[in-house]
Structures are given as structure tokens and as C-alpha cells.
């Protein structure tokens, strides 16, 4: 089995630092699944203390956030534990132990050279359809803010079905799907609009 944008995310049912999950469990919420090479290593650490800064933002979102990666249990609460003495940031999401790799290779996570996981990211709406994916090599951190960003995007799209344009940031207007039909087409340009095939409409 392999992932698809668009098509419906793979389900799973796991132990994870918070216990066992499954993606039904989070059915009607947006997730954010992501992997990480390994425990201990420097790039993730500072990726995961920066998702728990900004985990109540998520939150307020309807995003559940879920880590993965291929270490053990015992090595995910080690870390954890290493996390809050050394930096005071307690890790509020629950992180899948994947020693199976079922799910790393269920969601093309693996690197199969190195026998861990990828720097992954996907998206997944409350329908449970994947609706964006980004593997970042390993020397590279995560832009968080991105992160935040692309789903506000998707929750206009999933709101209001409108897209949204270049360098969008939350509070720009967002973009009306082009005409299917002739007819459409020229109804819009009649209607004052400066091209049938672009217009913008105010998210808020």
C-alpha cells in the first residue's frame, strides 16, 4: 500500500507514547502526521519542541498532531523525559513507535538505505483524505509556520471552497475556482470581473 494526495489517507492502528492510536480515532479532525529520522538527534529535537510551542494553535485549529518514527517506546519516552529536564517543554502529542515500519512504508516514509524514517509531513482532513505531502531531506528543519499556514489554506478550501493565491497569508482574499463552461466564463467578464479565468474573493 502506498500513499496518494487525494486519495484516502492508510488507516492504522498503533502503540504510541499517549497509548494505543488509530487514525479513526481522529476522524472529523484535520492531522498532521509526521515522521523524524530518529530520537536523539539534534534537527528533530528542535522541530519537536517547536510543534509543542505551537501545539495549542493546532489545537484551536482542529489539528491533531501525531510523530512517528521507527525507535522504540522506550526510546520515544526516553527522549521525551530528555526534552523536558534539558529544555522544560513537555511533548503534548502522541508519538507512533513504528518499529514494524508498517506505517513508514504504508506513507512512503522509509528510507530503506538507512532503516529509518524521513523527514515526512502529511496533511489529513477530516474526511480522512490526504491533502498535502512534503518529505524533507535530513539536514533540513521544518518551517512550522509553513505548516500553520497551508492549513488555514486548506481549511478555506474546505470552508468556503475558494483556493488560495500565491504567498497567501490568513487574511487575504482568497480565489474563486475558474468557469467549467463557456457560459460561465462570459458571465464573469460581463460582471465587471477583469478576466474570466481569475477572480478574487474576500476570505473574512
Known sequence: MSVYLGQKAPEFFVNTTKGPVSLEDYK??????FSHPADFTPVCTTEFMEFARKYEEFKKLNVELVGLSVDSIYSHIEWMKDIKDKFGIEIPFPVIADINKDVARAYNMMDEKTGSTVRGVFIIDPNQIVRLMIYYPAETGRNIEEIIRTVRALQINWNRKLATPVNWK?????IVLAPGTLEEAIAREKSGNKTWYLKFEQVN
Not at 472529523?28 to 502526521?33: E, P, Q, S, T
Not at 490568513?170 to 482568497?174: A, N, Q
Open 28 to 33: 472529523g479532525k484535520w492531522v498532521i502526521l
Open 170 to 174: 490568513p487574511g487575504e482574499d482568497g
